[in-house]
């Protein structure tokens, strides 16, 4: 029975309030107008399945636990472990019904009116009836099915993380969580879904970073977003919130702090009425216990005390430690409701009736299990991440669970399936089911149950497809071309990673001190040895300290092994010298200067505006870790972990999110770039703590560079090839040899160019290039563009006959159409199509004095050119 705490008012009657949202309302105040009861009594109880939070870095514990909205005698809970949003009856706790999701549900809803809208990790929100939970509508954030393992589940690569909240009949959320793959902010119509507005530019932001450097960064929406008067507030992993203009989704306010070890988190509210003397940072409060960290030194922690844990009812503030183990307490429909962190929800309101207890069941289906243990036995293993094509009778997948430790996920359109796993208690922990039209991720299958592999999920090095007969079909090899790498330093070119990457998996689960050794990666297991960082006895002055036991851990998922798992590689990899303090840093031959490297150098390269043989340098930022050459991939640390392709000679490309280590630590090997999580110690902000892996995708993927400073002077006249994208976000290089560079420059560092516009500032716009049809050009250079130009000038080219090819996109479906004259060549009609990229090339224009003249002259609409693609014949 949990401990109450007695509140006694002069009367026992209570005013009914609903609790429509998470902490009440749009300002997450937490607080009501509804009293305590009095004398409150346990009405009913209802054992849930407790909740694993998504990561365990206690700043980004936005799912820790279930939290519970109610509007009349509804309440509301959603399930990250079920996938699903739950309705019970406020008076006897019954089950009224359940809106399934295809991946976790880690926020709660919000109630608008007689619906429920809640969003999911597969990158979708829903909109429902209160009453029946029968669907209204639906919005895929971003318009792809492919996902990616995150935090040991299936998920989309643009997870529904930015909590949403409601307001005037509007409903505001956020999806995505790296920049590097695109961040999204929403104001959509509550009633019907339409999107009202879009930001869609917060994910490539050239800016300040901690240490007073800059980098290419973004929001990371993680935590639940808050209106603040005119402005919507978005929370972003552990950095500090965003400030975006509620009325147009406008960017007013985001960076990083400039000074180190500022603790931000996934919290935030706007005061109560009583809370306004606790302000500190424009209008926001902030939970100490949420914001802590230690670093090296010593914990760091920023915001108040008992801000997140405290529930403002009428004139009486309610700790939630009234309740014994309480996760959340909130107050309607005249009672208290309270959950507890291992996942029991109750009712507590006037009266003394006898209380109804709802007990958790659990049920297994008992057959095929002889069927089972044979399919495991062909399988050869009992551990890691199995895919199943087909859910076989009833029992099957039971029987699998039972007899293995696999996290098993089955593709299937059943709903009755997940009803029936659900009860096992599995469901979310063990097995999920996704939809077979579902864009599974490269490698992340140990095995594979089923008649063949599926795209490229199959995990290479050992990867096994097993009929559902029980019967041995294929054993993947290695990737053709993929490299191991000791730790050694000596370089060994892994041609399979390339920019552009994509995020292949990401987790906190492994972490590793900052200045750990470098990690070694040999057949697609990597093996780290973290410091001893915590322990105070091993301190010898500023540093160091003694390695902890070796860990192996899975490239292609993030998992790590357990101790029965590569017992070969335990063999020669699994023991290190745990007594000798170690070194304070591991550098390579090339890094001269411990604490304060030289810019890198790599050689040469052609420069790819005047084909002439140059010194390869590209930008970097703050960063012990002075970089090391892999061969074909340079990774180093420039404010966030970061990496230069030469094999396109890419520019600098920052993975916007983590740090990486004082110890290089990114490292190309398995035909992957690896991203530990190699920043325990350091409290500085960077939003995403965690450790991830990256993937080479193709070059339509929008991914931005900064590729560095080169002064006008040094290329006018020289300039043989070139392509101005106007409106981007960064600069890119193609591997067919063309330089993009983004006009007006804003992403970092660019080469100074001599290129003119009339009007001098036209409206610029950009949209991600996730939305653009297939087209002709490339989709990111289409997806921004200028608007309303007349004529634009390029000096500084080499004197030559040149092809020029025009790309045109529309950001609207209103019609626009126009003539191009290039030079005394004239395109007449052109007529940009919403959303669709297409190309105008012109052969052999001449250019004789260095300078090439664009003049558009508008007949319906205004002008549009998203790019200009400039090429020297015979170059």
């Given amino acids: 029975m949990p401990r109450l705490v007695i509140f006694i008012f002069l009367s026992a009657l209570t005013h009914a309030a609903d609790w429509p949202m998470w902490r009440h309302d749009p300002g997450r105040t937490a607080a009501t107008t509804q009293k305590m009861p009095a004398e409150p009594h346990l009405i009913w109880s209802r054992e849930l399945p407790p909740l694993r939070p998504a990561f365990k870095e206690p700043r980004l514990q936005f799912d820790r636990g279930y939290e519970p909205v109610a509007a009349g005698k509804r309440l509301l809970v959603g399930s990250s472990r079920e996938d699903s949003v739950i309705a019970f009856d406020t008076e006897t706790g019954a089950e009224l019904w359940r809106a399934l999701a295809d991946g976790p549900v880690r926020f709660a809803p919000v109630i608008v009116g007689e619906t429920a809208i809640f969003g999911s990790d597969d990158g979708i929100v829903r909109c429902v009836k209160l009453t029946d939970g029968s669907p209204i509508w639906q919005k895929r954030a971003v318009p792809s099915n492919r996902l990616l393992l995150g935090n040991q589940r299936l998920i989309s690569v643009w997870p529904v993380r930015g909590g949403p909240v409601a307001k005037d009949g509007r409903v505001y959320f956020a999806a995505g969580v790296w920049p590097l793959e695109g961040t999204f902010v929403f104001c959509c119509d509550?009633?019907?879904?339409?999107?009202?507005?879009?930001?869609?530019?917060?994910?490539?932001?050239y800016g300040t970073h901690p240490h007073a450097t800059e980098a290419m960064g973004g929001l990371a929406p993680q935590g639940y977003l808050l209106i603040d008067g005119d402005d919507l507030i978005v929370p972003c992993s552990t950095a500090y919130p965003a400030r975006l203009d509620l009325k147009t989704g406008a960017i007013k306010e985001f960076e990083l702090p400039s000074a180190g070890r500022y603790t931000g988190g996934w919290f935030a509210s706007t005061p109560a009425e009583k809370e306004a003397a606790k302000l500190r940072r424009r209008g926001l409060l902030f939970d100490e216990a949420i914001n802590v960290k230690r670093h090296e030194d010593k914990p760091r922690a920023e915001g108040q005390k008992g801000i997140q844990r405290t529930l403002h009812a009428a004139e009486t503030e309610v700790p939630f430690d009234t309740f014994t183990n309480a996760h959340s307490v909130i107050l309607a429909d005249d009672k208290c409701f309270v959950v507890t962190h291992d996942g029991v929800l109750s009712a507590y309101g006037p009266g003394s009736g006898e209380t109804k207890r709802w007990k958790r069941e659990i049920v297994f289906e008992k057959d095929e299990e002889d069927l089972a243990k044979k399919c495991i036995e062909a399988a050869g293993t009992t551990r890691g991440y199995a895919l199943l094509t087909d859910p076989g009778k009833p029992g099957f997948i039971e029987a699998l669970l039972t007899n293995s430790q696999f996290h098993l996920i089955v593709l299937s359109d059943d709903n009755a399936l997940r009803t029936r796993l659900a009860k096992t208690g599995l469901y979310g922990e063990r097995v999920a089911v996704l939809t077979p039209k579902s864009e599974l991720p490269r490698y992340f299958a140990n095995i594979i149950f089923g008649s063949k592999a599926i795209g490229d999920a199959l995990r290479p090095l050992g990867g096994k497809v097993v009929s559902l007969e029980g019967r041995l079909i294929e054993t993947r090899g290695p990737l053709t071309g993929s490299t191991n790498y000791l730790a050694d330093w000596n370089a060994n070119e892994d041609p399979l990673v390339q920019a552009p990457l994509g995020v292949l998996w990401f987790d906190d689960a492994l972490s590793n001190f900052k200045r750990s050794p470098q990690p070694k990666i040999v057949d697609g297991v990597m093996i780290t040895a973290d410091k001893d960082w915590l322990d105070a006895t091993n301190r010898k002055g500023k540093v160091d300290y003694r390695l902890l036991a070796p860990v192996f851990s899975d490239i292609y998922t993030g998992r790590v092994l357990d101790e029965y798992e590569q017992p070969e590689l335990r063999a020669k990899f699994g023991t290190v010298d745990q007594q000798s303090i170690q070194q304070a840093q591991y550098r390579p031959p090339t890094q001269k200067n411990d604490w304060a490297p030289d810019q890198p150098k790599a050689g040469f390269r052609i420069n790819p505006l005047t084909l002439e043989q140059e010194p390869r340098v590209f930008p970097k930022s703050y960063g012990c870790d002075g970089g090391f050459d892999y061969g074909g991939i340079f990774?180093?640390?420039?404010?966030?972990?970061?990496?230069?392709?030469?094999?396109?000679?890419?520019?600098?490309?920052?993975?916007?999110?983590?740090?990486?280590?004082?110890?290089?630590?990114?490292?190309?090997?398995?035909?992957?770039?690896?991203?530990?999580?190699?920043?325990?110690?350091?409290t500085c902000s960077y939003p995403l703590p965690m450790g991830l892996a990256l993937y080479s995708m193709p070059e339509d993927f929008e991914q931005w560079a900064t590729w560095g400073a080169v002064p006008k002077a040094a290329i006018h006249g020289k300039i043989q090839r070139i392509g101005i994208n106007l409106g981007a976000p960064g600069d890119r290089k193609t591997r067919d040899g063309t330089l993009w560079l983004d006009f007006p420059s804003v992403g970092g560092p660019s080469p100074e160019i001599d290129f003119t516009t009339e009007p001098a500032k036209p409206e610029y716009f950009y949209q991600h290039s996730l939305w653009m049809k297939k087209g002709t050009g490339w989709p990111w250079v289409a997806a921004s563009g200028a608007k309303g130009l007349r004529n634009a000038k390029l000096s500084g080219l080499q004197n030559g006959r040149y092809t020029v090819k025009l790309v045109f996109s529309s950001p609207e479906s209103t019609k626009h159409r126009f003539d191009v004259s290039i030079q005394d060549r004239v395109m007449k009609d052109i007529q940009p199509q919403a959303m669709l990229a297409s190309t105008e090339t012109v052969s052999d224009i001449p250019i004789t004095d260095g300078t090439l003249t664009l003049t558009l002259t508008p007949h319906e609409g205004e002008t549009l050119l998203s790019g200009i693609e400039v090429i020297r014949q015979g170059e």
């Fill in 635 to 682: 990774t180093f640390r420039s404010g966030t972990a970061a990496f230069y392709d030469k094999k396109v000679e890419s520019g600098t490309i920052h993975i916007s999110g983590p740090r990486s280590g004082c110890t290089n630590s990114i490292v190309p090997a398995g035909g992957i770039l690896n991203v530990p999580y190699f920043y325990e110690g350091c």
């Fill in 190 to 205: 509550a009633a019907t879904g339409t999107e009202i507005w879009r930001n869609d530019r917060c994910s490539y932001l």
